[in-house]
């Protein structure tokens, strides 16, 4: 069950969860239930209807949603759980496990735990959290004004309680890397906290393959921010980096020219063309090659919780990549080795701008990255470990 199709893979939980479910297919009879949100993915269902035994899906609007959502604050439900009706893949849900047709049930988010709720008694679950996201909840806060800033505190406290005891009923629970998994075992009792375990992402290492792109680096230096530009940690940071940092690295590069791909976006990011050196592409036919022509990879993300696909992405691609320390959470490659990490506009503008004036510390950069992500985050390897997660929970994982 998955909170938003799981196809194309072309953000963060798509990506993971497309990875998941084309392993599993290729081992198991897999039913597939998921929300549609935007009609363009209408025409990826026939994807599944080809893969899985089965499909089920709920259409949700958007606007909708957002209504929903608001009746949570009148029924004491975390909003991330009125957001999403459950009746039709509930249904669907009830069918199969009634009909004795299902061993193990994922739950791709933790979204998707009411479609489940009171269903799974008699069946293994594995719950992939990915993220802690109560705690994303509570870093949003101290940075919004009121009235939203009460409904990020509320959200982070409710959605807390109910992310724990999800994890209390699941034979296993996901968390994106090492460090999550630390932080929210640090939240459950022993007994529980046992059953939390990291399964990190991996990259498409035939995708994001330079030698696959072959695109030649512009003459022009070229620093890149990818990612969605609707999701609201990447367009405060966008709007960080144009505003904060970028006039200083155009100080000491004045022809550098700052490139932001990704879509969808909103008003906010197209506004940043207006800047000098910014330019805004919003979606992109081949992302691989829109990083290929860049020299560095910026994640400047001031919000940011797990691993930053973003991070790996350019990593793999054999970019010098600058983070903050945010973004480098969760991905333990050394900073200073195969990536530069720093937090303050300064800091971070100066890396950015000795990175592109010295083609040496580039290339440095460049191969220690794509070394260390063929070695950590290969989706073979990540897969392999999804399925000594899977054969534990079939065997029971509760005492």
């Given at each position: 069950m998955a909170h938003r199709i799981p196809y194309p893979p072309n953000k963060g939980d798509k990506i993971r969860s497309w990875h998941f479910l084309k392993h599993l297919f290729a081992n198991h009879d897999v039913h597939v239930g998921f929300y549609v949100d935007q009609k363009a993915d209408l025409a990826h269902i026939d994807i599944f209807?080809?893969?899985?035994?089965?499909?089920?899906?709920?259409?949700?609007?958007?606007?909708?949603?957002?209504?929903?959502?608001?009746?949570?604050?009148?029924?004491?439900?975390?909003?991330?759980?009125?957001?999403?009706?459950?009746?039709r893949l509930r249904a669907y849900a009830q069918k199969l496990l009634g009909a004795g047709e299902v061993d193990l049930v994922f739950l791709s988010s933790g979204a998707t735990g009411p479609i489940v709720d009171g269903l799974t008694e008699a069946v293994a679950t594995i719950t992939?959290?990915?993220?802690?996201?109560?705690?994303?909840?509570?870093?949003?806060?101290?940075?919004?004004?009121?009235?939203?800033?009460?409904?990020?505190?509320?959200?982070?406290?409710?959605l807390a309680v109910y992310e724990q005891a999800l994890a209390a009923q699941a034979d296993a629970t996901l968390l994106v890397s090492e460090k999550e998994a630390v932080f929210f075992r640090a939240?459950?009792?022993?007994?529980?906290?046992?059953?939390?375990?990291?399964?990190?992402?991996?990259?498409?290492?035939?995708?994001?393959?330079?030698?696959?792109?072959?695109?030649?680096?512009?003459d022009t230096p070229e620093v890149i921010f990818t990612g969605a530009m609707d999701y609201a940690p990447n367009i405060e940071a966008a709007i960080w980096f144009v505003r904060q940092v970028w006039p200083t690295v155009r100080a000491s590069v004045p022809d550098a020219i700052f490139t932001i791909a990704g879509g969808p976006r909103t008003s906010?990011?197209?506004?940043?063309?207006?800047?000098?050196?910014?330019?805004?592409?919003?979606?992109?036919?081949?992302?691989?090659?829109?990083?290929?022509?860049?020299?560095?990879?910026?994640?400047?993300?001031?919000?940011?919780?797990?691993?930053?696909?973003?991070?790996?992405?350019?990593?793999?691609?054999?970019?010098?990549?600058?983070?903050?320390?945010?973004?480098?959470?969760?991905?333990?490659?050394?900073?200073?080795?195969?990536?530069?990490?720093a937090d303050d506009a300064t800091a971070f503008a100066f890396n950015v701008a000795r990175v592109l004036?010295?083609?040496?510390?580039?290339?440095?950069?460049?191969?220690?990255?794509?070394?260390?992500?063929?070695?950590?985050?290969?989706?073979?390897?990540?897969?392999?470990?999804?399925?000594?997660?899977?054969?534990?929970?079939?065997?029971?994982n509760r005492q």
């Open positions: 209807a080809k893969l899985a035994k089965s499909v089920c899906v709920e259409s949700v609007d958007k606007r909708w949603q957002k209504i929903r959502a608001v009746s949570g604050l009148l029924d004491g439900r975390p909003l991330t759980l009125s957001a999403y009706p459950a009746g992939d959290l990915v993220d802690v996201d109560s705690a994303k909840w509570a870093m949003y806060a101290p940075r919004a004004r009121w009235p939203m800033s009460w409904i990020y505190r509320r959200e982070s406290v409710k939240q459950l009792q022993p007994d529980v906290a046992h059953r939390v375990i990291a399964v990190r992402n991996g990259v498409d290492l035939d995708y994001f393959d330079p030698a696959r792109v072959r695109a030649k680096e512009n906010a990011v197209n506004a940043l063309a207006r800047e000098p050196g910014v330019r805004v592409l919003g979606y992109v036919d081949d992302m691989a090659e829109s990083i290929a022509g860049a020299q560095v990879v910026v994640a400047p993300l001031l919000t940011a919780r797990g691993i930053q696909n973003k991070v790996l992405e350019g990593m793999a691609m054999k970019k010098a990549v600058v983070a903050t320390s945010g973004a480098h959470e969760g991905i333990e490659a050394e900073a200073g080795q195969a990536l530069l990490v004036e010295n083609p040496p510390l580039r290339q440095k950069l460049g191969d220690a990255a794509r070394d260390f992500v063929c070695a950590h985050h290969c989706w073979q390897n990540v897969c392999e470990n999804l399925d000594q997660v899977i054969e534990t929970a079939l065997r029971g």
